[in-house]
Structures are given as C-alpha cells and as structure tokens.
C-alpha cells in the first residue's frame, strides 16, 4: 500500500524559507513519479512540482519556479520540497502525491497533470506578511 505523510509546514515570515518532507513508503520511486500540490481553500490543486525518476524529468510550474527544488533521499524514502523567498500568496495546504509511472510521456508539463492516485494528508504553510 503507498502511503504518503508529510511534515514540516508552519509558520513563517515572507522572504523566508521552508523545507517539507514527505515519508514515503510502499513502492520504488523508478516505478512512480512523485509531485508536490498545494491548495488554497474555495480554489483548484495546484502542482508545484513533479518528478520521474526513471524518465529523469523534473517539472516545476510557474507559481513557485525558481523558488522550490524537489529532491529525495532514496535510502530514506523521504522527498523533500525546499521553499525559498516565500510569498503570502504561498499560503496553502501543501501535499505529496505518487503516480504510478505508466510510460514516458512527451510533454514534460503532464508529469503534473498526469492522474495521481495516491495523496499524503497535507501540511498547512503560511506566509505572513
């Protein structure tokens, strides 16, 4: 069973920096691309970044491009989103989410619209300004 837990938001002031951490456990990240979302309430997910392992692509959307690095410790099954020079309009639930790979697609960019089917339970981040 994949499971998915994430940790790590908070509180923090606008130009500073978060690092979220996301426990993995129950399949290979060769056979799972794994993103990272985020939620305003009353508006859609949104992806922040997405990454295949296997296909070696890492896509980062325009919210927050530049500003996040995605990286994981494959000996600790842990995936980390490092958040720099946040903004108040950072402010969200951010969640971890795996899609189990199916194929190399040709757009870079659907690696995050791609259907995800397993989520973690989110961490809540806000920015104060």
């Known amino acids: 069973e994949v499971q998915l837990v994430e940790s790590g938001g908070g509180l923090v002031q606008a130009g500073g920096s978060l690092r979220l951490s996301c426990a993995a456990s129950?399949?290979?990240?060769?056979?799972?691309?794994i993103g990272w979302f985020r939620q305003v309430p009353g508006k859609e997910r949104e992806g922040v970044v997405c990454q295949s392992s296997s296909d070696y692509i890492t896509y980062y959307t325009e919210p927050m491009k530049g500003r996040v690095t995605i990286s994981i410790d494959g000996a600790r099954n842990i995936v980390y989103l490092q958040m720099n020079s946040l903004k108040p309009e950072d402010t969200a639930v951010y969640y971890c989410?795996?899609?189990?790979?199916?194929?190399?697609?040709?757009?870079?960019?659907?690696?995050?619209?791609?259907?995800?089917?397993?989520w973690g339970q989110g961490t809540q981040v806000t920015v104060s300004s």
């Open positions: 129950g399949f290979t990240f060769n056979d799972y691309a």
């Open positions: 989410a795996a899609a189990k790979r199916n194929g190399r697609y040709s757009s870079s960019s659907y690696y995050c619209a791609q259907p995800f089917g397993s």
